[in-house]
């Protein structure tokens, strides 16, 4: 009996120690690894939202206040970050794009900032010239509507592949569309791909044709995956060690870049489960900077067999989790692919693209809520709004038992009216584009008409007002990853001509500063440890040149990212 005692007591004095211990390394007086100091510091905390400084311990953020209260915290081996009056905010999560896409985008010709189809034919000239014959040349970033002139002969202001055909006889083109859902392909390409006139539209695709029902060289959606299959064959020839290093190099860019843009943690929307072993070994490796919520893209059956296997809450000191599915309603509204409820303006013939069957969603949806995983549709055009909506209602009414489900709907671009107060009532998330807005305007009106794009397109405040939460992003690499430019264009609305694009929808700095940093956490479901700079949170900073909360909204463009800070480390800083 004593000596069980005895035990005991010896037990309950281990457990005084340890609780002690965890005490005194909280206390305030002793040293940080990190204080950032002498500037505004932005810590999306309401009950204390702007501070001079902050301490960093372990990668924790250990304290907030003024300079004079945080002195304690300096000691002879802290590193201290002299702010001299600049901004520092919590770290920017993108709460959507496509990760290795960043990496691929940077391997390809960059056609970004393309202003005609003329230096299109010129890039993919001169990258010809440098290729062995055969080997495939690939690009993104082409949009029609951005261009200074239409090409001549067209279809729907899309030009002919013939020039494109002519320059490079011997390499077979791939050019992605900058929103990713249409391609452009030469006559190689096509040729390898056995595409003819007689090649029957996919379901959910179309070949744009000639008047005579000849391919132009467009190919819309799903249609693309009938250059893609043999873009991959041609792919998985290389060894596999070329194979390997491609895609760490893929991820190594993408990293980098999105560190350098302020980006801290990111929502990749659309991962294989391949995809996810990549990343899981960069983590364990402690090999990536960005802290990546992943959403897992396969199909049914996959995700059925797999997906238990695949459920990573936190790995690596929070760089890896992985909860959540995503998948495809529509295509993209410049593309004419959005799928809308009534047809587009500027094309009476087409009400856009169903991609996937709602019954294959319907299954997708019972696998996720069955499975405790977040669900995420892609959806852009009204039609497509609400045909997700009526899924997400339908699987909550059958599942009351699950709570918190915070399912969202991407893009959420194009709504009619009576499904706006739906989200908030739901539930459901709107993760949105703020650089949509201003990027996709100037033909937002083309597609739509006057009265449909003021009651539906990008309807910020009024979701906002009706209980939604909205977290924003870039779609990266269909735009720059860049957080700056989305975060002007969600408190601006303003168009590269000048126009304000329905102002009255516009978001304060501060809801747009929220919208990228505490939404877009709680949209990962990571509110408790990212999105502000608390104490016991994740000490993930970013530190800006300029004051983007007070600023002229034209300076904002102007501003730059001076250091980026994961987990108290400083991964990024400006040359």
């Given at each position: 009996m004593k000596k069980r005692?005895t035990?005991s007591m010896?037990?309950?004095?281990?457990i005084?120690?340890a609780?002690m211990l965890f005490?005194?390394c909280q206390k305030?007086?002793?040293?940080?690894?990190?204080v950032v100091?002498?500037g505004?510091?932005v810590t999306?905390?309401d009950?204390?939202?702007?501070?001079?400084?902050?301490?960093?311990?372990?990668?924790?953020?250990?304290?907030?206040?003024?300079?004079?209260?945080?002195s304690s915290f300096?000691?002879p081996?802290?590193?201290?970050?002299?702010?001299?009056?600049?901004?520092?905010?919590p770290g920017?999560?993108?709460?959507?794009?496509h990760?290795?896409g960043?990496g691929q985008?940077?391997?390809?010709?960059?056609?970004?900032s393309?202003?005609n189809?003329?230096?299109v034919?010129?890039k993919?000239?001169?990258?010809a010239a440098?290729?062995?014959p055969?080997t495939?040349?690939q690009?993104?970033?082409?949009?029609?509507?951005?261009w200074?002139s239409?090409?001549s002969p067209?279809?729907d202001g899309?030009?002919?592949?013939?020039?494109l055909?002519?320059i490079?006889p011997e390499?077979?083109?791939l050019?992605?569309?900058a929103s990713g859902?249409?391609?452009f392909?030469?006559?190689?390409?096509m040729?390898?791909?056995?595409?003819?006139r007689?090649?029957?539209d996919p379901?959910?695709?179309?070949?744009?044709r000639?008047?005579?029902?000849?391919?132009?060289?467009?190919?819309?959606?799903?249609a693309?995956r009938?250059?893609?299959?043999?873009?991959?064959?041609?792919?998985?020839k290389?060894?596999?060690?070329?194979?390997y290093a491609?895609?760490k190099?893929?991820?190594e860019?993408a990293?980098?870049?999105?560190?350098?843009?302020?980006?801290?943690?990111f929502h990749?929307?659309?991962?294989?489960?391949?995809?996810?072993?990549?990343?899981?070994?960069?983590?364990?490796?402690g090999?990536?900077?960005?802290?990546?919520?992943?959403m897992?893209?396969?199909?049914?059956?996959?995700?059925?067999d797999?997906?238990n296997?695949?459920?990573i809450?936190?790995?690596g000191?929070?760089?890896?989790t992985?909860r959540?599915?995503?998948?495809l309603?529509d295509?993209?509204?410049?593309?004419?692919?959005?799928w809308?409820l009534e047809?587009y303006?500027?094309l009476?013939?087409?009400?856009?693209?169903n991609i996937?069957?709602?019954?294959?969603i319907?299954?997708t949806a019972?696998?996720a809520?069955?499975?405790d995983?977040q669900?995420?549709i892609?959806c852009?055009?009204?039609?497509?709004?609400r045909?997700?909506?009526n899924?997400?209602e339908n699987?909550?009414l059958?599942?009351?038992?699950?709570?918190?489900?915070?399912w969202?709907?991407?893009?959420?671009?194009?709504?009619?009216?009576?499904?706006?107060?739906?989200?908030g009532?739901?539930?459901?998330i709107?993760s949105m584009?703020?650089?949509h807005?201003t990027?996709?305007?100037?033909?937002?009106?083309?597609?739509l008409g006057?009265k449909?794009?003021?009651?539906g397109?990008?309807m910020?405040?009024t979701?906002?007002?009706?209980?939604?939460?909205?977290?924003?992003?870039?779609?990266a690499?269909?735009?720059?990853?860049?957080?700056?430019?989305s975060?002007?264009?969600?408190?601006s609305?303003?168009?590269?001509d000048?126009?304000?694009f329905?102002p009255d929808q516009?978001?304060s700095?501060e809801?747009a500063?929220?919208?990228y940093?505490?939404?877009?956490?709680?949209?990962g479901?990571?509110e408790d440890r990212?999105?502000s700079?608390?104490?016991?949170?994740?000490?993930d900073i970013v530190?800006?040149?300029k004051?983007i909360?007070?600023i002229?909204e034209?300076?904002?463009l102007d501003?730059?990212?001076?250091?980026?800070?994961v987990?108290g480390?400083?991964?990024y800083?400006?040359?």
């Open positions: 005692i035990i010896i037990a309950c004095c281990m005084i120690t609780v005490v005194n305030k007086d002793l040293p940080a690894d990190l100091q002498n505004k510091i999306m905390d009950s204390l939202p702007e501070v001079t400084a902050v301490a960093v311990r372990n990668g924790i953020v250990a304290a907030i206040g003024t300079d004079e209260e945080l300096i000691g081996d802290t590193e201290v970050i002299d702010l001299q009056g600049k901004l520092a905010v920017f999560i993108d709460a959507h794009a990760f290795t960043i985008a940077k391997l390809g010709l960059d056609l970004m393309v202003k189809w003329d230096e034919i010129s993919v000239k001169a990258a440098d290729a062995a055969g495939w040349i690009g993104r970033g082409w949009h029609q509507e951005k200074d239409v090409p067209n279809v899309l030009p002919f592949h013939h020039e055909s002519r490079s390499n077979p083109v050019l992605k569309h859902h249409s391609c392909a030469n006559a190689n390409a040729k390898r791909a056995g595409i003819s007689s090649t029957p379901p959910g695709g179309e070949i744009v000639d008047k005579q029902g000849r391919p132009i060289g467009i190919f819309r959606e799903t693309q009938l250059l893609e299959k043999t873009l991959n064959e041609a792919l998985e290389r060894t596999p060690d070329q194979i491609e895609k190099r893929v991820v860019l990293d980098q870049y999105c560190l350098s843009k302020g980006i801290t943690s990749d929307a659309g991962a294989s489960f391949e995809t996810i072993d990549l990343y899981k070994e960069f983590v364990e490796k090999k990536l900077g960005v802290r990546l919520y992943v897992i893209k396969a199909d049914n059956t996959s995700l059925r797999r997906i296997n695949y459920r809450e936190g790995l000191n929070n760089h890896l992985v959540a599915i995503k998948h309603a295509g993209a509204l410049g593309a004419h692919g959005a809308l047809p303006e500027d009476p013939s087409s009400i856009g693209l996937a069957p709602m019954e294959e319907r299954e019972r696998i809520i069955e499975n995983f669900l995420n892609h852009i055009g009204d039609r497509a709004n045909e997700i909506l899924i997400y699987a909550f059958s599942h009351p038992e699950k709570k918190d489900l915070r969202r709907i991407e893009h959420s671009q194009h709504l009619h009216p009576d499904d706006i107060p739906r989200f009532g739901l539930g459901v709107a584009q703020g650089i807005c990027s996709d305007g100037p033909w937002v009106w083309k597609r006057e449909r794009a003021e009651e397109a990008y910020w405040r979701l906002m007002e009706t209980g939604a939460v909205i977290c924003n992003g870039t779609d690499p269909v735009e720059d990853v860049d957080p700056l430019p975060f002007h264009a969600t408190i609305r303003k168009l590269k000048g126009r304000v329905y516009r978001m700095p809801e500063l929220r919208s940093t505490l939404n877009a956490a709680y949209a479901f990571q990212l999105g700079l608390i104490p016991g949170k994740l000490a530190i800006l040149s004051d909360m007070t002229p034209n300076e904002i501003t730059d990212v001076l250091t980026t800070i987990g480390k400083i991964l800083q400006k040359p």
